[in-house]
Structure formats: C-alpha cells, structure tokens
C-alpha cells in the first residue's frame, strides 16, 4: 500500500510518514568476488583442500618424531618398529628380541615373509594381522610391505651401580674376571654399539656404559650387529658420563681413553691388567674435552701413517684384545 504516493511507506501511530530507512538497499548491493572454490565447503576442492592439508600435518609429525629420536634409534619413549620385508626377516635370523610380528591382511606371500612366520613361531613371537592402514599409522607411513617387528624397548641398568657392583664381586672373589668396562663419548651409530658389545663379550668385558643424551642406544640394528652378544653383555645408561667416570675412579677403577694422540701405546699399557673403564669417542671428533681431563691415561694404537684414524668399533676390539692378551700374560 502506498501512503502520499511513496511506495514501501507507512504511517506512524502519530500520523507521520515513516520510510523503510534503507532495509532493502542490502539487498540491491553486490555480494563481492565469488569465492575461491577451494573456500566453498560444498565444493569437492574443498576437500581435496583438507586432505592435502591433513598429509603435509602428518608427514611434518612424523619428521618431527623422527628428529626426536636420533639419538637412541627410535622416538623418544615409543618402541621401536623394524619394518620391510628384508629388514624384519634379518632381524629374526639374528635373534633380535620382539614382542609382536604385524602382518598385512592378504599380503601377497613370498619367501621371506614365510621365513618371517616361521622364524617368529619358533621363538614364540605373537603373530597379528593387521589392516593396512592400522600397519601404516603404526609404523608412520614408512615402506612396510605389509610386515613390522615390534622391539620392546630395552631395560637399561644404571651405570654406577653396575661398575660397583662388578667391583665389589670382583673383590670378594665371586668375579674371575678383572673388572673391564667399555665408554662411549659421542658414539651415535648403531652398528658400533653393536660390534663394541660383540668385542665386550669376546673378551670378557662386563658391560657397555652409553650417556643418556645425545648417544646411540640399544636399537634393532645394534642388536643385529652384536651377533647376540648383547644378551650376556649389559648396557648401562649414565645420566652424566663424566660424573660415572668420577665415581670409577673413586671406586678403584682406572679411566684410559683412546685417542690418536695419546702419550702411551697400546702395546706398552702397564695399566692393562688393573680395573679399567675403557673410553671411546666418536672418529672425527675424539674424545670431549672434559672427558679427556678424566682419564687417567691417553692410549694411542700405532697405525700407518697412510690412515688417520679407526672407527669406535675397530679401535676398541684391538684395545679389548691387547688388553686380554695382557691379562693372561700376567696370569
């Protein structure tokens, strides 16, 4: 109805003409540029928006993880996952402790994930299978192929008291062997954990002190590499090495460190047949600095001059052996 011929006007109670103040003028005006069709909800790239999202989230997750946990082989606090075909089925010949083998439903079936099954059932490790997607989120979408071992993570013994209970032993009489403990300062590759406990064992060292920062630790590989060695030897964890060193010391040990620069060789080592922790550094960057202050001695092992230097695990099994040649010697 029109009042005083205005369209869209009505009359107050009081008689005046009141307009519509401008509430169809939203309507008239333009809704701005069209959006995105990535920004649509009801649009399928949308979608395709999320997912690409939620992938680059999860792939970040797990470098971060990752990053996490270098220093022992696998992320801090999880247990670790060996996974691939060629992987899993090496690690069972070599005896490596597992707590669960995970084995894709309808995986395509070839020798080594039957050897797999069967190396698993002989030692008494569950079997389970799983769908893939549950084997990819719970090995963090690495390369499975459709198989994953489970390795418990492994039971450390605080370092101080095993070098002082060893000593105590050894002093009563209810330890042959005169106490001979392997360090490693800045070791960060598996495979030389591995080979030291395997040399630790061949030559009646009694264990493998590791820092609990910044340092290798029990991994599948290292279990790998010690050929089972690691099941007689322990590996103990500081949580500062330098303070454990301190506390050998004051408990009778002698602290000798390996070093190219060393003022006493190998061959000559007077201190061989007496209590020894035995320090290892990383090749390259040797022994720390504060680490170097501690030891009693600095042993050196004559090479050609052609090489400069061995690798931890060369170096300490040359060590062990002249040290047990030594101690025989003495006998």
Not at 65 to 84: C, D, F, N, Y
Request: aromatic share 4%.
């Amino acid at each position: 109805m029109a009042v005083n011929g205005r369209p869209g006007a009505r009359k107050s109670k009081k008689g005046a003409t009141v307009g519509t103040g401008g509430h169809g003028r939203k309507a008239l005006e333009g809704k701005g540029p069209t959006p995105k069709a990535e920004d649509r909800v009801y649009h399928k790239a949308h979608r395709a928006k999320q997912l690409a999202e939620r992938s680059a989230a999860k792939r970040q997750g797990s470098a971060g993880r990752l990053a996490e946990g270098r220093g022992s082989g696998r992320p801090k606090g999880m247990e670790e996952m060996v996974t691939g075909r060629n992987s899993v089925v090496e690690a069972l010949r070599a005896g490596v402790p597992a707590k669960t083998l995970y084995v894709a439903v309808r995986i395509e079936m070839d020798d080594r994930v039957r050897e797999s099954m069967k190396l698993a059932a002989e030692a008494g490790i569950p079997l389970l299978e799983v769908q893939k997607p549950e084997l990819d989120r719970m090995t963090g979408d690495a390369i499975h192929q459709g198989l994953a071992l489970q390795i418990p993570q492994y039971e450390y013994p605080d370092a101080f008291e095993l070098i002082e209970d060893t000593m105590e032993k050894w002093r009563k009489g209810h330890v042959a062997s005169t106490p001979l403990f392997v360090a490693l300062d800045g070791i960060t590759d598996p495979r030389n954990l591995g080979a030291i406990i395997r040399s630790a064992s061949a030559f009646s060292g009694q264990g493998v002190i590791v820092p609990e920062r910044r340092s290798v630790g029990m991994t599948a590989a290292a279990w790998k590499t010690s050929a089972g060695a690691a099941v007689r030897v322990p590996v103990a964890k500081a949580a500062n090495l330098n303070t454990v060193l301190r506390q050998a010391k004051e408990t009778g040990y002698f602290v000798l460190g390996l070093d190219g620069g060393g003022e006493v060789q190998l061959p000559g080592l007077e201190l061989a047949t007496e209590p020894v922790v035995l320090v290892v550094g990383s090749e390259g960057k040797g022994l720390s600095r504060l680490t170097r202050e501690l030891c009693d001695q600095i042993v050196s092992i004559p090479i050609d001059s052609h090489m400069e230097s061995l690798n931890a695990g060369m170096a300490v099994a040359i060590s062990l052996y002249e040290i047990s040649t030594r101690r025989a010697e003495a006998k």
